[in-house]
């Protein structure tokens, strides 16, 4: 009798120590041997945000928007953050640049304007004067604009600089003609009168009256 409750003590004892060994197996493969379960970034770039989040957040990434001043159509994904490859784990954050969306203006075509008039309607088209470049070049008039970049008709963001090539020279009697600088900046008349081949030898600042209202 005392040899079965024995044998029985013996069952139990080793039933338990089999437990704790099984549930301590199971911790140390929970905390230190369990693969992180992590997911490779795809490539969003050039995607719509509908798109990229969507499959994002499939991975189990949490998503961050960047807005980014762009050509490229509004929503369009312009760069990400991780790159294409790299490794996240769930929760973690891709950050994702996306266009805000610019209008898009056609370049005027200023070939064979003078300066002067070339400075004026890329300004009132939106864009600002470049750089001035001067060559001779002898089947144009002189103080002439011979090519531009951009050339037209190409569509550029609104305020991109337009730099011209303008003949340099002055009339068939030596002179040269002053351009017309009113209501230009300055800053403006200054780009003007040197590109034509003269100099500004200082400038007057005077008040101005707003005019009367009758």
């Not at 493969?29 to 693969?35: A, R, S």
């Not at 719509?48 to 928007?65: D, K, P, R, W």
């Not at 960047?66 to 929503?75: I, Q, V, W």
Request: charge should be neutral; proline fraction near 5%; avoid cysteine.
């Amino acid at each position: 009798m005392r040899s079965r409750r024995a044998g029985a003590g013996l069952w139990v004892f080793f039933m338990v120590a089999l437990v704790i060994f099984t549930s301590g197996a199971i911790i140390v493969y929970t905390v230190f041997m369990k693969p992180e379960n992590k997911s490779t970034v795809p490539l969003l770039v050039g995607k719509s945000t509908v798109e990229a989040v969507s499959e994002a957040e499939n991975l189990g990434l949490v998503v961050q928007i960047e807005p980014a001043a762009s050509t490229l159509p509004e929503g369009r994904v312009l760069a990400q953050s991780p790159q294409q490859g790299a490794e996240l784990r769930k929760g973690q954050i891709i950050v994702l640049q996306v266009s805000r969306g610019g209008e898009l203006h056609a370049v005027p075509d200023v070939r064979g304007q003078t300066l002067a008039d070339a400075q004026a309607t890329i300004k009132a088209q939106g864009f600002s004067l470049g750089d001035v470049i001067r060559i001779h070049e002898g089947s144009t008039p002189a103080g002439n604009v011979i090519a531009q970049s951009p050339a037209a008709p190409a569509q550029v963001a609104a305020g991109r600089k337009i730099d011209l090539l303008v003949q340099e020279g002055g009339n068939a009697d030596g002179t040269i003609t002053i351009p017309d600088v009113n209501r230009m900046t300055e800053k403006e008349a200054r780009e003007v009168i040197e590109a034509s081949g003269l100099k500004v030898q200082g400038v007057d600042k005077v008040d101005t009256l707003p005019s009367k209202v009758s």
